[in-house]
Every structure is written in structure tokens, then in C-alpha cells.
């Protein structure tokens, strides 16, 4: 049952709202300029609102670890990109991250203001604050297919912990 539009001026043609008309598209589904293609498979109960299982790639397994948006199966490595087989994967890792070292602007403050007591002041210039700011850029590829993802690092060590997963990820890949 549809329900007529309240907001339609006088003179207009009344669009008719309601679950049998998508929202936005046009009565037929023939493809013009300005409409996408449909995809092979596409149904009026999709564009109706009704929801349709996700039917992705038939695969089985269990996750055995996630690096970034890449996500390695005992059989298949599942990327944005699409899947992948696991067999005979490439993985390389490249660090992008940086550590600085600076003095904080408190330990300035207190040296000026402690450097009349004996000059023991210009030891809170020794205190030195360190961050790490940066990505650490992991790629994959097998079978003509390459993904690439960012990871964000915070720590020193986040590098060794993500070259970890990597090797665990490239002992699977060859078995």
C-alpha cells in the first residue's frame, strides 16, 4: 500500500511513496544516463528496502590474525581488495614511523625558574621526552593481486610487534 506524498505542490504530478517505489530512482529499471548499472543478480526486493543475504566468496576457515584491514585464513587472506590464496603470499613490511626527542616546556620552566638556587636548575633541562609518531606500511600479494594497508604506530616497538605478525603470516603462507 502506498501513501501519497504530503508534500507535493498543487499542479504536480503526485509520486507515489511506499515500499514499491526505491527512493531517488525511477519506476523502471532500464539503465539511462545518470543511473548506475545494475549488477548481475540485482532484484526490485534489493532496491525495495528488503534485505537480501550477503552471498559473498564461498570460503572456509578460521581467522588466524588480523594486520590492519588484512585478514589472514587458515586457507585465504581476505582484503578489501578481495580474497586471495594464502599459498605462496608475499608480505613485505616498511617502516614510516619516527621517534623525536625533545625537552618538555615544563623542564624549562623549572630550570629558569630554579637556576638562581645553585644553578641546580639546569637539571630538569636533562629530562627529555620522546614520541613516536608515524605508520608502518604492510603489502600483500599473491595470484596477480596486490593490497597495501597503513598501520599507525605510537610506541618504538609497535614495528617488531607488526614484523611478528608478518612472519607468522609468511610461515602460513608457505605451508
Known amino acids: 500500500m502506498t501513501e501519497p506524498n504530503p508534500y507535493a505542490a498543487e499542479g504536480e504530478p503526485e509520486y507515489q511513496w511506499g515500499p514499491t517505489q526505491p527512493y531517488g530512482y525511477p519506476h523502471d529499471t532500464t539503465p539511462g544516463y545518470g543511473y548506475p548499472q545494475q549488477p548481475p543478480g540485482y532484484s526490485q526486493t534489493q532496491a525495495a528496502g528488503v534485505p537480501v543475504p550477503f552471498q559473498g566468496p564461498a570460503m572456509g576457515g578460521t581467522p588466524l590474525l588480523a594486520i590492519g584491514d588484512i585478514t589472514v585464513m587458515s586457507d585465504a587472506i581476505i582484503t578489501p581488495a578481495g580474497p586471495m590464496p594464502l599459498k ?20 624549562v620552566v623549572l630550570a629558569i625558574v630554579f637556576a638562581l638556587a645553585c644553578l641546580l636548575g639546569l637539571l630538569f633541562l636533562l629530562i627529555k621526552e620522546r614520541k613516536t609518531t608515524g605508520f608502518v606500511q604492510v603489502t600483500v600479494a599473491s595470484a596477480g593481486k596486490h593490497h597495501a594497508t597503513m598501520i599507525p604506530v605510537h610506541s618504538p616497538y609497535a614495528f617488531q610487534e607488526i614484523m611478528g605478525q608478518i612472519n607468522y603470516a609468511r610461515s602460513v603462507s608457505t605451508m
Open 88 to 107: 605462496g603470499a608475499v608480505w613485505n613490511a616498511t617502516d614510516m614511523s619516527r621517534t623525536e626527542e625533545k625537552i618538555p616546556t615544563y623542564a
